[in-house]
């Protein structure tokens, strides 16, 4: 086969036997994936493959923006979010946030499902997705809150349901301790907030060798390694998602943002979670590596009057792996407290 190097006319011969190697699936197709509808027909080079490339804001909102994308300018930083579903004033708001590495697509699955009665907020947290690195330098938690309590104010919205998974969880329960007379309920999804052991592809990012590499190159096989630890049964990744995530994080600064934020997971204290009054849902599989399990029944226990669900065989996602559960169990709960 033949790969074109962009902005060359150099080409260079490859066998698919030598591409076998690296498992490059995606390397051979003729398109590009997306993890969003709104897909771009295009070659993937290999130096996309191996994540030698950086993408701008402009060229990734070329892929993943659609009719209801808006960017809100606040601290230097423009946050990527969407406003879906049900648009009546009365319709209760869903603010939903995704964890580290991720974006505002890992909850596809259950807009899907909550349009029809909610108004819905999702977002690439502040550092990831089309949001970009933090321009001011403070990836803290505190600094995130600020964030997004300033669009929710942009927005004028007063009472809001949060939907935080993993850095999203503990943003979410955050911002409840922070803002209670804002938050009418929470649902956390394998949250942060307890001290934990990081992932060991966390801790090797942080070493001064990878931490030097993960700004350069994000290898897409890094990406499917990483999928492959945050999902419980691998077979239930979507093959599309995976050029998703890797586009995210080959946009310019993201990185940078990311290795920050690693370092605020490290020194995470938990304090602050008895201060949560909001009604509150904890989901949990079992099968999560990447923040234990033992750590649902912390939360439970610190939250006063919180619900606990928790899956067997599914990982640190369940809204992707099991969105139809997962969101089913969500919604009776929301449909009790609201």
């Not at 027909?41 to 993943?64: D, F, N, P, Q, V």
């Not at 321009?135 to 949060?162: C, F, M, P």
Request: charged letters at 20%; glycine letters at 8%.
């Amino acid at each position: 086969m033949t790969v074109r190097w962009p902005s060359s006319d150099k080409t260079m011969t490859i066998s698919k036997s030598m591409l076998s190697l690296f498992n490059l699936p995606a390397l051979l197709g003729d398109g590009h994936a997306s993890c969003d509808p709104k897909t771009k027909e295009s070659s993937m080079s290999l130096m996309r493959y191996l994540g030698l490339t950086k993408l701008s804001t402009a060229e990734l909102a070329e892929i993943y923006t659609n009719d209801n994308s808006r960017f809100f300018h606040y601290r230097g930083d423009n946050i990527h979010y969407r406003i879906e579903g049900n648009q009546d004033e009365n319709a209760p708001v869903l603010v939903l946030l995704h964890g580290i590495m991720a974006s505002l697509q890992t909850w596809d699955g259950w807009v899907d499902h909550l349009k029809g009665k909610y108004r819905i907020v999702r977002l690439d947290v502040p550092g990831f997705g089309l949001s970009g690195a933090i321009t001011d330098g403070d990836t803290s938690i505190e600094g995130i809150v600020d964030r997004i309590n300033a669009l929710t104010e942009h927005l004028q919205l007063d009472k809001v349901v949060l939907i935080g998974n993993s850095l999203g969880g503990y943003i979410s329960w955050s911002f409840a301790a922070e803002h209670p007379y804002k938050v009418q309920a929470l649902v956390l999804l394998d949250a942060a907030g307890y001290p934990m052991q990081l992932p060991l592809i966390m801790k090797l990012f942080t070493t001064p060798y990878l931490r030097h590499l993960v700004r350069v190159a994000t290898p897409q096989f890094v990406v499917r390694y990483i999928l492959g630890e945050v999902y419980g049964d691998k077979r239930r990744i979507a093959e599309e998602k995976i050029p998703c995530y890797q586009d995210m994080m080959l946009h310019k600064g993201n990185p940078l943002s990311l290795l920050k934020v690693f370092e605020e997971l490290d020194n995470m204290t938990p304090e602050r979670v008895s201060d949560v009054t909001a009604p509150t849902l904890i989901q949990w599989g079992e099968k999560d590596i990447w923040i234990t399990p033992k750590n649902a029944p912390l939360f439970h226990r610190d939250i006063k009057g919180s619900e606990l669900i928790t899956y067997p065989g599914v990982g640190h996602v369940p809204m992707e792996e099991i969105p139809e559960q997962s969101v089913k169990d969500a919604e009776e709960f929301l449909s009790r407290v609201l």
